[in-house]
């Protein structure tokens, strides 16, 4: 396929962690990347990493959350990248506190910017995708969606993507779209960073700490994850569709 005709993929929450790792590798298997998260500005180095090896990418600012801020930054990337027909809904937050002590607003917040993001991202970009009889969409799920302490906002998120993911699955498949979750374990990222901060512990006893129960003996890396959406999301996967892949080092669920 020639450049100019590269197939267009949307990672949202693509400035660090796994969705950065996400676009990276996505533009090495061949596709022109936007990459989306709240601060335009924060994704210029990935972008620049991206046509530094002669890919295509864009950065864009917008809060998945917010119906019209959606619309605008899918619209941005059609026009100045091509019909977008990949997402990878991506962008997370967490807001953990046990039930009693958990507010209102760290409920919203998550349940926002995870199922709201992810519903109103896939809206805007299924049109693209029907419109090309062709599409792929994945949604970052966790292993908290089978229920985490402290976790009530993020395990109830996580585990409504999973619902999210079959059901556009059986909506979408007879347009050629498929739609998976990746529900990742532990990823050394800022996120499980900000997670050892906030218990107390360093960020390397913390990784040390979860990598003795976890059977491969490591923590996950936003590569592991990279790797998989980079299957899920190719030609050959055409027939994996509505699943949720846990990608954790052992068996989960
Ligand atoms: P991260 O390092 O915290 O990165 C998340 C990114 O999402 C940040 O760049 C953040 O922007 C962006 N973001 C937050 N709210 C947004 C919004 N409303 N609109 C657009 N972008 C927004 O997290 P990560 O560890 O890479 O996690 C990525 C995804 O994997 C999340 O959905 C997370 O729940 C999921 N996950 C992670 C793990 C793990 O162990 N790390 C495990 C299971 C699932 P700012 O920097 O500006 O806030």
Redesign the pocket.
């Known amino acids: 396929m020639a450049e100019t005709d590269a197939r267009v993929a949307i990672v949202?929450?693509a400035?660090?962690?796994?969705?950065a790792a996400v676009a990276t590798r996505l533009a090495q298997d061949g596709f022109a990347v936007a990459l989306?998260?709240?601060?335009e500005d924060?994704c210029a180095d990935g972008v620049d990493r991206i046509k530094a090896a002669g890919g295509r990418a864009l950065a864009v600012g917008?809060?998945?959350?917010v119906s019209q801020a959606v619309d605008a930054a899918v619209r941005r990337v059609a026009d100045e990248l091509g019909a977008p027909t990949v997402l990878v809904n991506?962008?997370?937050?967490l807001r953990d506190n046990l039930l009693f002590k958990m507010t209102d607003d760290d409920w919203d917040a998550v349940i926002d910017?995870?199922l709201r993001?992810a519903f109103l991202m896939s809206r805007a970009v299924q049109k693209f995708q029907t419109e090309a009889r062709w599409g792929r969409i994945v949604n970052?799920?966790?292993?908290?969606a089978l229920g985490n302490r402290g976790q009530a906002n993020y395990a109830a998120a996580?585990a409504g993507l999973q619902g999210f993911t079959k059901t556009l699955a059986i909506e979408l498949g007879k347009f050629g779209i498929t739609v998976n979750a990746i529900?990742?374990?532990?990823?050394a990222?800022?996120?499980?960073a900000a997670t050892a901060a906030r218990v107390g512990v360093t960020f390397e006893d913390f990784k040390k700490g979860m990598a003795a129960t976890i059977p491969v003996g490591r923590v996950?890396t936003?590569e592991d994850i990279a790797h998989t959406a980079s299957f899920l999301v190719s030609e050959g996967a055409g027939f994996v569709s509505g699943q949720v892949v846990y990608v954790a080092g052992g068996p989960k669920d």
């Open positions: 949202t929450g400035a660090r962690g796994i969705g989306l998260d709240l601060d924060s917008a809060d998945v959350s991506n962008a997370g937050i910017v995870h993001g970052l799920s966790s292993t908290s996580k529900a990742p374990g532990f990823i990222t800022d996120m499980t996950g936003p």
